[in-house]
């Protein structure tokens, strides 16, 4: 059975950082694409950014220079790492993974990221 867990999120200001993890069990994290997706309040989810198996990495616009995503295989972990946060950042955080589809099949519960201004 697949999981994958989120953690890290909580309340920061406006400007400081927080790092996230998603663990993966159930399936290896490095054989596929991994993504983090937000929703905010009353808005539907977006991609913020993702690492295929290959390593590549890709990011939203609206994060792009301050967050950073990366892949420990041995800890079958993905991190976002999150600079130089905004007040709009404030979302609850998902991680996901592809399978053998190529599709998002398998989603964490989420963690909550609150920036005050």
């Known amino acids: 059975q697949v999981q994958l867990v989120e953690s890290g999120g909580g309340l920061v200001q406006a400007g400081e950082s927080v790092g996230l993890s998603c663990v993966a069990s159930?399936?290896?994290?490095?054989?596929?694409?991994i993504g983090w997706y937000r929703q905010a309040p009353g808005k539907s989810r977006e991609w913020v950014a993702h690492i295929t198996r290959e390593g590549v990495v890709e990011y939203s616009d609206f994060v792009k220079g301050r967050f950073t995503i990366s892949r420990a295989s041995a800890k079958n972990t993905v991190y976002l790492q999150m600079n130089n946060l905004k007040p709009e950042d404030t979302a609850v955080y998902t991680c996901?993974?592809?399978?053998?589809?190529?599709?998002?099949?398998?989603w964490g519960r989420g963690t909550q990221v609150t920036v005050s201004s």
């Open positions: 996901a993974s592809t399978s053998w589809r190529g599709t998002y099949d398998y």
């Open positions: 159930g399936v290896i994290s490095s054989s596929y694409t």
